[in-house]
């Protein structure tokens, strides 16, 4: 893989540290030391932009409502804060969420956290939309 394509992937979250590893040295594994001036070596992305990762499953700006996923807008500080270490920590099994914070650092939640903090926590549907086109 070519540097810059695997420095933009990694900076922009989009490789585990597995697949770093392997991509970087041609197999060989990277110490956390490389790994961490690699990180360091990238401007930090804004919260919105590590926050759209977010989006597929928790909407737009993390206002999903009426559905499976929990909404992430208004969620305070803290909570997400402390949800995201125990995701990427593997404290609790999930089957996606483990695999989504593993990738980012603490200075990336922290951005992601106070995005999502600053977003109102607003319901986007109409109550009573019932899926029908009128």
């Not at 979250?13 to 197999?27: D, F, K, P, R």
């Not at 594994?29 to 001036?37: F, Y």
């Not at 909570?79 to 969420?97: E, G, H, Q, S």
């Amino acid at each position: 893989m070519k540097r810059t394509l695997f420095l933009a992937l990694l900076s922009a979250g989009l490789l585990s540290l597995n697949a770093q590893a392997v991509a970087a040295e041609g197999g060989a594994k990277l110490t956390d030391a490389q790994i961490k001036a690699i990180i360091d070596a990238q401007p930090m992305p804004t919260g919105k932009m590590l926050a759209d990762n977010c989006s597929a499953c928790h909407g737009t700006l993390g206002a999903e409502f009426n559905e499976a996923m929990p909404p992430l807008a208004g969620m305070k500080k803290e909570n997400f804060i402390k949800l995201m270490k125990d995701y990427r920590a593997n404290a609790f099994p999930t089957i996606v969420m483990h695999d989504v914070a593993y990738v980012f650092t603490d200075a990336e939640i922290e951005a992601m956290a106070d995005y999502f903090a600053a977003q109102k926590a607003e319901e986007w549907t109409r109550p009573d939309f019932k899926g029908a086109h009128e």
